[in-house]
Protein backbone atom coordinates (compact mmCIF):
# COMPACT_ATOMS: atom_id res chain seq x y z
CA UNK A 1 0.00 0.00 0.00
CA UNK A 2 1.05 3.59 -0.61
CA UNK A 3 0.05 6.27 1.35
CA UNK A 4 -1.23 6.44 4.81
CA UNK A 5 -3.42 4.15 6.55
CA UNK A 6 -5.21 3.93 9.72
CA UNK A 7 -7.98 2.05 11.37
CA UNK A 8 -9.43 2.71 14.56
CA UNK A 9 -6.37 5.04 15.41
CA UNK A 10 -4.13 2.51 14.86
CA UNK A 11 -1.78 3.23 11.46
CA UNK A 12 -1.27 -0.07 9.44
CA UNK A 13 1.06 2.17 7.10
CA UNK A 14 3.32 5.19 6.87
CA UNK A 15 2.62 8.43 5.53
CA UNK A 16 4.28 9.24 2.00
CA UNK A 17 4.64 13.19 1.16
CA UNK A 18 3.93 12.21 -2.24
CA UNK A 19 0.58 11.08 -1.67
CA UNK A 20 -2.19 12.82 0.29
CA UNK A 21 -4.94 11.50 2.82
CA UNK A 22 -8.35 11.87 3.87
CA UNK A 23 -8.29 11.47 7.65
CA UNK A 24 -11.01 11.43 9.59
CA UNK A 25 -10.94 12.65 13.61
CA UNK A 26 -12.37 11.19 16.66
CA UNK A 27 -15.60 13.92 16.08
CA UNK A 28 -15.93 12.53 12.15
CA UNK A 29 -14.78 15.48 10.79
CA UNK A 30 -13.13 14.95 7.71
CA UNK A 31 -10.20 16.83 5.92
CA UNK A 32 -8.08 16.09 3.27
CA UNK A 33 -4.01 16.72 3.70
CA UNK A 34 -2.19 17.41 0.76
CA UNK A 35 1.51 16.15 2.30
CA UNK A 36 -0.33 12.49 3.28
CA UNK A 37 0.01 12.99 6.95
CA UNK A 38 -2.62 13.44 9.39
CA UNK A 39 -2.73 15.24 12.21
CA UNK A 40 -2.47 14.09 15.65
CA UNK A 41 -5.89 11.84 17.08
CA UNK A 42 -7.24 10.39 13.26
CA UNK A 43 -9.10 7.67 13.91
CA UNK A 44 -9.36 6.51 10.20
CA UNK A 45 -7.74 7.38 7.01
CA UNK A 46 -6.81 6.06 3.55
CA UNK A 47 -4.15 7.78 0.93
CA UNK A 48 -5.36 9.50 -2.44
CA UNK A 49 -2.96 10.01 -5.72
CA UNK A 50 -4.00 13.71 -6.59
CA UNK A 51 -5.23 16.64 -4.19
CA UNK A 52 -8.17 18.03 -7.06
CA UNK A 53 -9.19 20.90 -4.90
CA UNK A 54 -7.49 22.56 -1.75
CA UNK A 55 -8.84 25.94 -0.25
CA UNK A 56 -12.51 25.81 -2.79
CA UNK A 57 -9.44 26.10 -5.63
CA UNK A 58 -8.48 23.75 -8.29
CA UNK A 59 -5.12 22.45 -7.85
CA UNK A 60 -3.35 22.22 -11.28
CA UNK A 61 -1.37 19.05 -12.29
CA UNK A 62 0.91 18.24 -15.24
CA UNK A 63 0.49 14.76 -16.31
CA UNK A 64 -2.01 12.78 -18.73
CA UNK A 65 -5.66 13.24 -18.11
CA UNK A 66 -7.27 10.36 -19.35
CA UNK A 67 -10.88 9.20 -18.56
CA UNK A 68 -10.59 6.55 -16.31
CA UNK A 69 -12.40 4.85 -13.74
CA UNK A 70 -12.45 7.16 -10.40
CA UNK A 71 -13.08 7.58 -6.74
CA UNK A 72 -13.24 10.82 -5.27
CA UNK A 73 -13.69 12.37 -2.04
CA UNK A 74 -14.66 16.00 -1.51
CA UNK A 75 -15.05 17.74 2.22
CA UNK A 76 -16.47 20.99 3.29
CA UNK A 77 -14.73 23.61 4.25
CA UNK A 78 -15.74 22.88 8.18
CA UNK A 79 -15.26 19.02 7.65
CA UNK A 80 -18.54 18.16 8.48
CA UNK A 81 -19.78 17.24 4.78
CA UNK A 82 -18.34 14.97 2.80
CA UNK A 83 -19.61 14.02 -0.96
CA UNK A 84 -18.12 10.44 -2.44
CA UNK A 85 -18.37 10.58 -6.23
CA UNK A 86 -17.94 7.36 -8.20
CA UNK A 87 -17.55 6.81 -12.05
CA UNK A 88 -17.65 3.74 -13.84
CA UNK A 89 -15.19 3.39 -16.67
CA UNK A 90 -13.76 0.89 -19.10
CA UNK A 91 -17.05 -0.40 -20.30
CA UNK A 92 -17.98 1.32 -23.99
CA UNK A 93 -21.51 2.15 -24.17
CA UNK A 94 -22.30 2.52 -20.78
CA UNK A 95 -19.18 4.32 -18.98
CA UNK A 96 -15.65 5.67 -20.32
CA UNK A 97 -14.80 6.93 -17.09
CA UNK A 98 -13.91 10.72 -16.19
CA UNK A 99 -11.00 12.55 -16.61
CA UNK A 100 -9.30 14.70 -13.60
CA UNK A 101 -10.33 17.68 -15.01
CA UNK A 102 -13.94 16.58 -14.83
CA UNK A 103 -13.46 15.44 -11.53
CA UNK A 104 -12.61 18.44 -10.30
CA UNK A 105 -15.08 20.48 -12.04
CA UNK A 106 -17.98 18.14 -10.35
CA UNK A 107 -15.87 19.02 -6.60
CA UNK A 108 -16.18 22.61 -7.31
CA UNK A 109 -20.29 22.24 -8.21
CA UNK A 110 -20.22 20.64 -5.17
CA UNK A 111 -18.72 23.62 -3.41
CA UNK A 112 -15.55 21.56 -2.73
CA UNK A 113 -13.20 23.48 0.47
CA UNK A 114 -11.15 20.14 -0.67
CA UNK A 115 -11.07 17.09 -3.02
CA UNK A 116 -9.00 14.26 -3.51
CA UNK A 117 -8.99 11.39 -6.07
CA UNK A 118 -8.70 7.94 -4.22
CA UNK A 119 -7.67 4.74 -6.29
CA UNK A 120 -9.71 4.00 -9.80
CA UNK A 121 -9.55 1.49 -12.17
CA UNK A 122 -10.79 -1.79 -11.36
CA UNK A 123 -11.37 -0.97 -7.70
CA UNK A 124 -13.94 1.46 -8.07
CA UNK A 125 -16.64 0.05 -6.27
CA UNK A 126 -19.36 1.64 -4.58
CA UNK A 127 -21.38 -0.78 -1.75
CA UNK A 128 -24.50 -0.48 0.31
CA UNK A 129 -25.75 -2.51 3.01
CA UNK A 130 -29.58 -3.85 2.53
CA UNK A 131 -31.86 -6.37 4.65
CA UNK A 132 -30.99 -8.56 2.13
CA UNK A 133 -27.10 -8.38 2.09
CA UNK A 134 -24.82 -6.08 0.33
CA UNK A 135 -25.28 -4.47 -2.97
CA UNK A 136 -23.44 -2.76 -5.56
CA UNK A 137 -25.07 0.69 -6.77
CA UNK A 138 -22.15 1.09 -9.94
CA UNK A 139 -20.81 -1.33 -12.68
CA UNK A 140 -17.01 -2.27 -11.28
CA UNK A 141 -15.43 -4.37 -13.96
CA UNK A 142 -12.64 -7.09 -12.96
CA UNK A 143 -10.58 -8.83 -15.51
CA UNK A 144 -12.93 -7.06 -18.29
CA UNK A 145 -15.99 -9.33 -16.49
CA UNK A 146 -18.37 -6.32 -15.99
CA UNK A 147 -19.77 -6.64 -11.88
CA UNK A 148 -17.52 -8.67 -11.22
CA UNK A 149 -15.53 -6.84 -8.14
CA UNK A 150 -11.61 -6.94 -7.99
CA UNK A 151 -10.30 -7.78 -4.89
CA UNK A 152 -8.82 -5.11 -2.70
CA UNK A 153 -6.46 -4.79 0.02
CA UNK A 154 -7.33 -1.73 1.78
CA UNK A 155 -11.38 -0.06 1.23
CA UNK A 156 -13.06 3.05 3.09
CA UNK A 157 -16.01 1.91 4.51
CA UNK A 158 -18.81 4.90 6.11
CA UNK A 159 -21.30 3.42 8.37
CA UNK A 160 -24.27 6.08 8.92
CA UNK A 161 -27.61 6.41 10.36
CA UNK A 162 -30.98 5.91 8.25
CA UNK A 163 -32.62 9.10 7.91
CA UNK A 164 -35.36 9.78 10.49
Excluded at 65 to 82: F, I, K, P, Q
Amino acid sequence: MLGIGIADGETYSPAQPTWPALCFAGDNRAQIVAEGNCPMGTQQAVAGNQQLVANGVAVPFDFSDRAYARVMAVVSADGNELSLVVVDGKQPHYSEGATLTQLTEMALNLNADAALNLDGGGSTTLIIETSSGSQPLNAPIHTKWPLRQRPVANNLGIRAQPPN
